[in-house]
T-cell receptor, first 114, second 110 residues
Framework: GQQVMQIPQYQHVQEGEDFTTYCNSS?????IQWYKQRPGGHPVFLIQ?????EVKKQKRLTFQFGEAKKNSSLHITATQTTDVGTYFC??????????????FGQGTILTVHP | EAQVTQNPRYLITVTGKKLTVTCSQN?????MSWYRQDPGLGLRQIYY???????DKGDVPEGYKVSRKEKRNFPLILESPSPNQTSLYFC?????????FGPGTRLTVT
C-alpha cells in the first residue's frame, strides 16, 4: 500500500532560524496536504498542493510539491515560538476535490527555543 | 459555530467491552473520516465515508466498525476492544480538500 515517509522526526531550532520538513511517498500522489498540530490539540489544515512543481506561500511558510508528485516540503523562514508543534503531510491518490483514502506521514515535531 | 464534536473525550474501559465513540459535524460535509494517533506513527486512517451509506477501509480498519446513516454522524464502534487499541482518536469532516478535525478522544483499554 501507499506509504508516506516524513523526515526529520524531531527538529530543535533557535528562534529566528529556518526549518524544513520533507515528505516522500512510495507512489505518485494526486494531491498532498499539510497540517499543524499544537501540543495537546488537534490537526489543523494548512494547505493543499495539487499540481506538479507547485509552490505556495503563506507568510513565512513555503510549501512545495515535487515535479513527480511523490515528494513535498514545508519550509518555515525565521521561526517563532508560535510555530511550535507537529507538522504532518498527508497524501491522497483520490482524484477530484475530495480525499478518499488519505495517508499521513509520521510528522515532524518542531521545538523553538527563544 | 462550525465544528466537529466527539464524545466521549476520555474513556477508560476493559478488554472486550463494546464501546462507541460518536462524531458529529454541523457543516453538512459529505466526507468524514476516523484516524488514530500513536507516538511515532503519526495519524493513521481507520475508515472513511464519502457520503451517507458509503464507507470504506483506511489503512488500519481491523477491530473497528463504522456506520453512516445520517450525513452529520459517523460513529466509530469497537465491538471487542483490546489493549492495542489504546490510542488517541480523531474524527474529521470535509466538503472538499480542507479537513476539519474534532478535539479527539483518548481511549485506554486495560
Amino acid at each position: 500500500g501507499q506509504q508516506v515517509m516524513q523526515i526529520p522526526q524531531y527538529q530543535h531550532v533557535q528562534e529566528g532560524e529556518d526549518f524544513t520538513t520533507y515528505c516522500n511517498s512510495s507512489t505518485t500522489l494526486s494531491n498532498i496536504q499539510w497540517y499543524k498540530q499544537r501540543p495537546g490539540g488537534h490537526p489543523v489544515f494548512l494547505i493543499q498542493l495539487v499540481k506538479s512543481g507547485e509552490v505556495k506561500k503563506q507568510k513565512r511558510l513555503t510549501f512545495q510539491f515535487g515535479e513527480a508528485k511523490k515528494n513535498s516540503s514545508l519550509h518555515i523562514t525565521a521561526t517563532q515560538t508560535t510555530d511550535v508543534g507537529t507538522y504532518f503531510c498527508a497524501g491522497s491518490n483520490a482524484g477530484g476535490t475530495s480525499y478518499g483514502k488519505l495517508t499521513f506521514g509520521q510528522g515532524t515535531i518542531l521545538t523553538v527555543h527563544p | 459555530e462550525a465544528q466537529v464534536t466527539q464524545n466521549p473525550r476520555y474513556l477508560i474501559t476493559v478488554t472486550g467491552k463494546k464501546l462507541t465513540v460518536t462524531c458529529s459535524q454541523n457543516m453538512n460535509h459529505e466526507y468524514m473520516s476516523w484516524y488514530r494517533q500513536d507516538p511515532g506513527l503519526g495519524l493513521r486512517q481507520i475508515y472513511y465515508s464519502m457520503n451517507v451509506e458509503v464507507t470504506d477501509k483506511g489503512d488500519v480498519p481491523e477491530g473497528y466498525k463504522v456506520s453512516r446513516k445520517e450525513k452529520r454522524n459517523f460513529p466509530l464502534i469497537l465491538e471487542s476492544p483490546s489493549p492495542n487499541q489504546t490510542s488517541l482518536y480523531f474524527c474529521a469532516s470535509s466538503s472538499s480538500w480542507e479537513q476539519y478535525f474534532g478535539p479527539g478522544t483518548r481511549l485506554t483499554v486495560t
